[in-house]
């Protein structure tokens, strides 16, 4: 019992063991995550990670239940219950648009919604935190998007725009350096934050998950 004991605090104070359990939506799942959890594993090989892949709604509502220990969501998250949840903020997202090769809008160094009015619009699934953004910046713009097709995968996005399905709007974390036209009606950003219960303590792996997803950000 005495080795059971000494064993115990060993893994809660090294990290030996145990499991993380994070949800978010594509973006943070396929750009921001896996160097975070890359570093985690190298420092403490014996961590479990439990990643799940959802809109922030489904995501905070997770963390409410518990079936959760943290989520990256799009803010404002206003879920049943969304004011038990501590919010951290952890980065803005630029949307940038990317276009078709050879297209009239590839040489432009910004994009107006007004150039996009009669355009074949390959976009993110109706409902969808990103989608909502994007949808809002155009109605301000007073234009109404010419929507031929819905995904989730931002990889699945950028693949229909290469094979010149139409244009699109996706997250600066997938795109290098040079790709991707800013819009000049608007800076077109979310807020991505972490949320979890509140007054519940972190377990030392999730803690550890937090901090090193927040210095990744930063």
């Known amino acids: 019992r005495a080795d059971a004991g000494v064993l115990a605090v060993q893994e809660l104070v090294g990290l030996r063991a145990g499991s993380i359990r994070v949800g978010g939506g594509a ?31 489904a995501v905070a509502d997770s963390v409410l239940r518990g079936e959760l220990d ?30 078709p090769p050879g297209h009239a809008l590839s040489s432009r160094r910004g994009f107006r919604f007004a150039d996009l009015a009669r355009e074949p619009f390959v976009a993110f699934e109706a409902g969808s935190a990103v989608r909502d ?11 109404a998007l010419h929507v031929v097709m819905e995904l989730r995968s931002i990889e699945s996005i950028k693949s229909m725009v290469g094979a010149g399905v139409g244009v699109g709007l996706v997250s600066r974390l997938a795109l290098a350096k040079s790709e991707g036209i800013p819009c ?31 210095n990744s950000a930063r």
């Open 27 to 57: 973006t943070a799942i396929t750009y921001l995550l896996p160097s975070v959890v890359s570093r985690l594993r190298q420092e403490h090989a014996a961590l479990r990670f439990f990643i799940r892949e959802a809109g922030s709604t």
């Open 70 to 99: 943290l989520g990256i969501v799009t803010l404002p998250i206003s879920v049943p219950g969304h004011k038990d949840l501590q919010e951290i903020p952890l980065l803005d997202d630029e949307f940038r648009l990317i276009v």
């Open 133 to 143: 953004v994007i949808d809002r910046a155009a109605s301000r713009a007073g234009v």
């Open 184 to 214: 000049k009606d608007e800076r077109l950003t979310r807020r991505l934050a972490i949320v979890r219960r509140q007054g519940r303590i972190p377990s030392p792996a999730a803690a550890a998950f937090e901090r090193l997803l927040l």
